[in-house]
């Protein structure tokens, strides 16, 4: 061996067999190897005491806290760890002579761990080492009972039962327990040839043979044996509940302080994030630890730790699986670093000291050549002469970063199903790259892309075809691809799914560095060849400054995504949509704190978002169609109203964009296809590259505008800043300042809140004017409609829309508020509806600031009125209204005007609603006001106004003449005249019945009164006659009333006698006949009518038979219903016997039917009236109509009535 290689360094020969991740089922023929070589770390020691102390209190007491869960990160030899575990406890292992426990006496210096460990090793027991996914059956994760169905297969293997076949493992536990199991295999192996183990799987095969011995050996018959067999696999089944009874009768049965250990590998990926079964196994330990009390144990290695499952769980749920792992132990990174420096990289003394040494020699030059890029996570180096003689030929980060790739590899699905399920260890990584490089001389370094060949058997045929292909390549004539290249491709592989270490050229050149002596800036530029040419045969791709491995599938991915094809303009319109969305969102420019410019966006000349605004930002990209030259672009900078910024010729961010586009396009064309499992991963990582890119483009972007030429109005800008976004803010203001030069006519910005001030301010108004701070801004208006002929008009959004717009800019609240100074100094009318808006009107604000309403009000310069007018309508406002504190100015006066107009119409025709129904004097004075004031208050503009005042002067101040005295009328003499119109309609009434001259000459005397056209003067003498007129005709009515007034007793009274007379009729009737005599009192005493009164006389009449026949009917109801009564009751006694009865004596009837009289009521004036008028001359006469009467009385008679005459 030469001194001066690799191998030479190590305590140990590097190639001696060492396995990686040891399997659970592993044959034993190493196993001596394994406990002789295996490190114990200071964190392992630690592991071991936790664990064993556990243990060691089960076997002192009960306990239910039997579960331990070992974790730690792939690759960590978690399963190793629990290899050793099962050594440690089985006391029937022995390995030439020794206990494994006595390979750990110069191990670990630890007391109390050593003897837990040997008094662990000395109790018997039962070791079950398994790994769950292997012993899983073919429906595996999807059975909601998938691991209690592996405890009882891994149980029934223990047991010697079969493994495959629960309910075949069931029929030999029933023989076991019956002593038959024994005679059973011998009476097997007897008749069929061979060991029933070895044949028991194929039982349908052998089924007569079974059953057969099973007749033979047991009580069974041939029938029930045949149904076990052939129902046993659908009639068996297994619980969480039933396993645990079963192991637990099971432990029974063995000898005093026995212990069950189930050691369960890979357990947590097994679970993963399926909630059923990580229950599923809650429940089996809890189970377990219930029934068996500390005496069966379980054991399970998962690469997450216990907390990072419970995202997938309830808390409730995840507490009691915590509770249920009451043993938790995790092996750190830092613990395989230190036993792959004890077992695989331990140096003689000589070659660690001579190690130290060369450190010492090159300690400046490793620390410069060992860089990572600022985005790296923190990559360790060698920091002393110890650490490089203990990792050497490795660097320190390799230990780190190899466990990240072979997790990331791992979870990403790029490796085969043993790298998945855990059989590639750093351990082993580490000393197969040793052995790669074990001759080479003391200067060499293992690059990272060594390790690619430690775990290139175990990867998926996708990666390893490139990989091979590449090398195939690199040994041809004349192919561009060279043996660095496919190094660093390999390296690009292991390195691809490490977020924390970004492929850029620094991090790749400082990972495939192999000597102590390289050059770093040669290794550098040689790399940078290498990934051209890996670019160049498209086995890698470039985004940013990354460089990504592609692997066959992602090869002809990249390849359909370049053949996309996306227009230019495309790719122009969205960066623009990036430019004008992240870096310089902004649709406003604020050149001060009151004005806000919007402004449109294009691109190229392409409209990006248009809003139609006055100015405007226009990005030219090195793509632009148009000519690009300094004049060309300033001469563009003089047409448009708009900011130019051009672009410099790197059109990085353009290829970025493109990029981006053509991945959308493949990304939507691959939607409506069927899905290939293969490159649903190729497309996720797509989508995550279209996000990288994203970020970059902005980054890109921002850097573009930083360095890009900005031209307004024809003249190239020196710019203040390189920022982006304030260089285009910038722009936009020097554009502002030159595009709108009168904007400084408005010296103060006013709120819309000041409006309302403006409108309110009265006395301002008053004086015609006042202080105005825009008062350039108002004079331009004014002179704007002065242009207008006196009939012409704009419309005020015409108005607020030209002051808008360049030159001048101004906000609509100091153009709103120029033109409400106007209105307020009448040097403006605005009109709504051909209705003047006044400067005090309650909704002149919300009516000018409405967008709708602005299309519709309009502006005209205002027209002085001739003060004759003003002077006219003033009297004619005193006289009418004896107001002499009147508006001086037009509007002021008008409106005040119309409002008393108004006030004035509403007054008179509220008089006029008493003539509806009555006759009062000098109704047309009325009218004619009316029709005057309906006119005047419908005239909207000043000059008609003052015209039609002066116009119809006369009549205003006829109607102030009258009117004064028919108000003073309505309000005191409208009562007085009411009242003699009323006793002048009473006698009217009752014309017929008085006859005393002095009453008629009373009526006669108002009459003449209330007919005059102005009674005025003479009302007061009709308070005098109406009250002489009532004594007088309250006497006639009184002496009128008093017959009557007896007659309605007196009918009354008689219909109270009948009523006394039927207790029924009274308690049904009484109440409304009472009611309706009391009624006719009522009226008899407020009458104030002879017609009235003598009515009443005649409705107590007939109020009188109305009762009275009313009763009788009543009555008579009530003779007919028991008539009837007595009748049945008659029938009843009379009913002949059956004609087979005896019939007894006859005897006197008991019930006699005795009709009832019935009252019928007739008025004696009607039998009076049915003759007409009758002359008597004689005695023969008489007795003749006495004769007709009695006739008539005679057919009303007969032994049942009553005839009641009144």
Known sequence: MDIHTIESLFHKDINRDIQGVIKVDDAEESVFQELDEYVVTEE?????????????????????????????FFGSGKSHFLKILSYLLDSDRSIDGMKPVDFF?????????????????????????????????????????????????????MRGFSGANPWLANLEETLEKNDQYDRFKDTFHKQYGGAWEEHRDDIY?????????????????????????????????????????????????????????????????????????????????????????????????????????????????????????DTRLSLSSANVDEVIQKRILAKTEGAAEGLRQRFYQNEAHLKNIFEFSDQTAEMRSFESADDYAAVYPFVPYQFNLLQRVFTAVREHG??????????????????????????????????????????????????????????????????????????????????????????????????????????????????????????????????????????????????????????????????????????????????????????????DERSQGSLNAEIGITILTPYYEGELTPEAVRFMSTQKNTVIVQLPEDTSYFEEMEDILKIQRYLRNQAGQQQDPRFDEIRAR???????????????????????????????????????????????????????????????????????EIQQDTQLRLEGGGEDPNVQATEEILRYLDRFQQMQQVTLREIIDRYNKAPFGWKEPDILASLMRLLRDQE???????????????????????????????????????????????EVLEDLFGVRSLPSDEDGLMKEAQRRFENE????????????????????????????????????????????????????????????????????QVDIYDSAREAIQVFENSRTYVTDDSVKDIVDQMQNITVQEKPYNQIQELP?????????????????????????????????????????????????????????????????????????????????????????????????????????????????????????????????AVPQQKTITLAKKDLMKQHGMVTIKNEDDINNFLEEIRKELEQQLDEETVIRLM
Do not use: C
């Open 44 to 72: 392992l020691t630690q592991h071991f005491y936790d664990f064993f102390q556990a243990y060691s209190k089960s076997m002192d007491r009960q306990t239910d806290k039997m579960g331990v869960w070992i974790s730690g």
């Open 414 to 603: 790029a490796s085969g199903k043993h790298l998945a399920e855990g059989e590639r260890s750093l351990l082993s990584a580490f000393k197969e790259a040793a052995i790669q490089y074990e001759h080479e001389n003391l200067h060499t370094l293992v690059p990272f892309s060594a390790f690619y060949a430690t775990i290139d058997s175990f990867l998926e045929n996708t990666v390893r075809s490139v990989i091979i292909q590449a090398e195939q390549d690199a040994k041809r004539e004349n192919h561009p691809i060279q043996e660095q290249d496919v190094e660093v491709l390999k390296l690009l592989f292991l390195i691809r799914y490490v977020k924390q270490v970004p492929s850029t050229l620094d991090n790749i050149t400082t990972l495939m560095i192999d000597r102590v002596d390289a050059e770093r800036l040669d290794l550098k530029k040689s790399i940078q060849g290498s990934l051209n040419r890996l670019l160049s045969q498209y086995l890698i791709q470039s985004s940013g400054e990354e460089y990504l491995f592609l692997t066959n599938e992602e090869q002809d991915v990249n390849n359909e995504i370049n053949r996309m094809d996306v227009a230019t303009s495309e790719v122009v319109m969205k960066i623009g949509e990036r430019i004008f969305t992240d870096i310089f969102p902004d649709r406003k420019y604020r050149y001060s704190p009151n004005y806000d410019f919007a402004f449109d966006t294009w691109m």
């Open 828 to 874: 403006l009318k605005l009109l709504l509806n051909q209705e003047l808006l006044h400067i005090d009107d309650a909704q002149l604000i919300k009516n000018v600031t409405t967008r709708n309403m602005q299309d519709r009000i309009l502006a005209a310069r205002r027209k002085r009125i001739n003060p004759r007018l003003i002077n006219g309508t003033q």
């Open 905 to 972: 119409l509403k007054e008179v025709q509220d008089l006029l609603k008493y003539y509806h129904k009555k006759h009062y004097p000098q109704k047309a004075v009325l009218e004619a006001g009316e029709r005057l004031f309906t006119a005047v208050i419908q005239i909207r503009q000043a000059e008609d106004f003052y015209s039609f005042v002066d116009e119809n002067e006369d009549e205003f101040l006829d109607y102030a003449d009258e009117v004064g005295r028919i108000k003073d009328f309505f309000k005191n």
């Open 205 to 325: 095969y052998i089924e007569d043979y079974v059953v057969s011995i099973l007749v033979q050996v047991t009580d069974m018959s041939e029938d029930a044996a045949r149904n076990w067999i052939r129902q046993g696999p659908d009639t068996y089944s297994i619980s969480i509940e039933s396993f645990a009874k079963r192991v637990n009768d099971y432990v029974k049965t063995r000898e005093e302080g026995y212990r069950l250990i189930f050691l369960a590998d890979e357990m947590g990926q097994y679970i993963s994030a399926n909630t059923n079964l990580m229950l599923n196994l809650q429940t089996v330990v809890e189970d377990l630890g219930k029934l068996t009390r500390g005496k069966v144990w379980v054991i399970v290695t998962s690469q997450q730790d216990i907390d990072a499952i419970k995202k997938n769980l309830q808390s409730n749920d995840f507490s009691k699986i915590q509770g249920r792992f």
């Open 1024 to 1152: 005098q006659l109406r009250e002489q007129f009532n004594e007088q005709i309250t006497d006639l009515l009184e002496h009128e009333s008093a017959p009557v007034r007896e007659k309605v007793n007196s009918d009354w009274g008689a219909v109270k006698d009948v009523l006394e007379e039927s207790p029924e009729a009274k308690e049904k009737l009484y109440r409304h006949w009472e009611s309706l005599f009391e009624n006719i009192k009522a009226r008899l005493e407020r009458s104030n009518e002879f017609a009235t009164i003598i009515s009443l006389n005649e409705e107590s009449e007939r109020s009188k038979l109305s009762a009275l026949q009313e009763i009788d009917r009543f009555n008579n109801e009530l003779i007919q219903k028991e008539t009837e009564r007595r009748k049945q009751e008659v029938e009843k006694t009379t009913e002949s016997p059956a004609a087979d009865t005896p019939q007894p004596e006859p005897a006197a009837p008991k019930v006699k």
């Open 105 to 157: 006496t110069e191990k670990v210096d630890h007391p109390d761990l050593l003897s837990w460990m040997k008094q662990a090793s000395d109790i018997p027991n039962d070791i079950v080492l398994f790994n769950v996914d292997s012993k899983s059956d073919a429906e595996g994760k999807q059975s909601r009972e998938a691991i209690v169905k592996v405890f009882n297969k891994v149980f029934n293997e």
């Open 686 to 756: 797509k989508n995550r590259e279209m996000n990288e890119k994203n970020e970059r483009i902005g980054i890109l972007l921002e850097e573009a505008i930083a360095e890009s030429t900005v031209v307004v109005h024809g003249a190239e800008q020196e710019m203040m800043t390189k920022r982006a976004a304030e260089k285009l803010r910038e722009g936009l203001k020097i554009l502002i300042q030159t595009h709108y030069s009168k904007l400084g006519y408005v010296a103060h910005i006013h709120a819309v809140d000041e409006l309302k």
